[in-house]
């Protein structure tokens, strides 16, 4: 038993501990609440190319990884495959298609990494190659120069001295849109005068030949997307140019032409995009702004009309559209309702004349910005709109691409 003696010094002992940890503690530093910061999926990959230099970028944001590689030449256009494995680079004036690997596969479940990013082996050399569209493990890509398709299948692309096939259905060289068909058909462009508009649409097979001859012709056609079973074209209603309308083809070789709102103009919507997930087709052009395209009722009514939008994009996922506007704003629309869900400044007021612009790109958690007076791609929370980070690419990105697959699930 203590003694009250003991008792007293064992209470002072106590009292004086306490004194010095309370003391201590006033003056630290004030502790702070741990922030839980989100994170870009794991597997989700970015591509960058650059206006004057040979370099590709590949920006790994869960990690913040740059990687540089040396490209054959500057200001090559990127689109991701629809596999999400590969990104095709296309060099239109230098008349080459390359193909970059990311060395990541799906296997629904999970993702594995079958090996280090790098180029593929396949490549295409048709003229002036220009537009690309991928179904499936297809790519395909339309040649301006001559008019021709250049096609290749996913299995081929890490073949040594693999080459995308040509596909040659007669048509006269233009700047040309062309739409694959689930069936294995495609719907194609076409024109009357070598390097003039296209004008009407054909539904051809893969070996050219003709199925389905243009029923409805039109005006100035540019901008397409596909849904599997219709295929949606930009244009003018006629060669007069005086107003404007989207055609609708189906894979069965009936056409229709949706004209666009009262009011709309001598405009075309020039940009046709297909969201996957929402099952819904967006015309786009810079004048007039985003419009939903209901080929169910065959009306087109609007998401955003103004004259301020540069850059329309569909997310990753193709749930929400995104506009970014001149004034550096961004809005996020919900595309199974059409609805705003949060718009907000992201960068600095662009200029108009700006020769290259800000590039906008998004997977479901993240906003992505190339900025070419910058080198940086800017990543946007889309919760909050906050930049969390700033990844440094090169010295004048002007293209971005993303690839890869929004899961963190590994095969382990």
């Known amino acids: 038993m203590l003694s009250k003696n003991n008792f007293k010094k064992a209470a002072l002992i106590v009292a004086a501990a306490a004194a010095f940890a309370a003391c201590k503690k006033d003056s630290a530093q004030p502790e702070e609440t741990p922030t839980i910061t989100a994170r870009e999926f794991k597997y989700v990959r970015l591509l960058t190319s650059d206006e004057t230099s040979n370099k590709l970028t590949l920006v790994d944001p869960s990690t913040s990884a740059v990687t540089a590689f040396d490209a054959k030449f500057p200001l090559a256009n990127l689109y991701a495959t629809s596999s999400g494995r590969y990104a095709t680079v296309l060099y239109g004036a230098q008349n080459l298609v390359e193909v970059f690997d990311s060395g990541l596969a799906s296997h629904v479940d999970h993702v594995d990494v079958l090996n280090n990013p790098k180029w593929a082996n396949i490549t295409a050399t048709g003229i002036k190659p220009t537009h690309f569209k ?54 194609v462009t076409s024109t009357a005068v070598s390097g003039a508009s296209p004008n009407r649409v054909l539904v051809i097979d893969k070996t050219g030949k003709t199925v389905y001859a243009s029923t409805l012709e039109i005006g100035a056609i540019h901008g397409n997307a596909s849904d599997g079973t219709n295929a949606v074209f930009g244009g003018f209603s006629s060669s007069a140019a005086t107003a404007g309308g989207v055609l609708v083809v189906k894979s069965t070789g009936e056409q229709r032409l949706i004209p666009n709102p009262d009011g709309f103009g001598a405009f075309r919507l020039a940009s046709i995009y297909y969201a996957e997930s929402a099952k819904k087709f967006i015309g786009y052009v810079a004048t007039k702004g985003a419009y939903l395209i209901d080929i169910a009722t065959d009306k087109i009514t609007p998401i955003y009309s103004g004259a301020d939008a540069f850059q329309c994009k569909v997310d990753f996922a193709g749930k929400n559209l995104l506009i970014l506007t001149l004034d550096g704003k961004l809005r996020v629309y919900d595309l199974t309702t059409g609805t705003l869900k949060k718009e907000g400044s992201v960068i600095s007021a662009t200029s108009s004349t700006d020769t290259y612009k ?31 980070a700033k990844h440094k690419v090169s010295a004048k990105p002007v293209r971005l691409a993303i690839f890869g697959f929004e899961s963190d699930a590994s095969h382990n």
């Open 358 to 388: 800000p590039v906008l790109e998004a997977t479901g958690k993240f906003a992505y910005i190339a900025m070419p007076a910058l080198g940086e791609v800017h990543q946007i929370n889309l919760s909050t709109f906050a930049v969390t």
């Open 134 to 187: 991928t179904k499936a493990n297809e790519s395909l890509i339309f040649n301006d120069g001559d008019g021709t398709l250049s096609r290749a299948v996913e299995s081929d692309f890490n073949t040594a001295g693999a080459k995308f096939a040509t596909v040659n259905a007669g048509l006269l060289p233009h700047h040309g849109a062309m739409a694959q068909f689930t069936n294995g058909t495609y719907a």
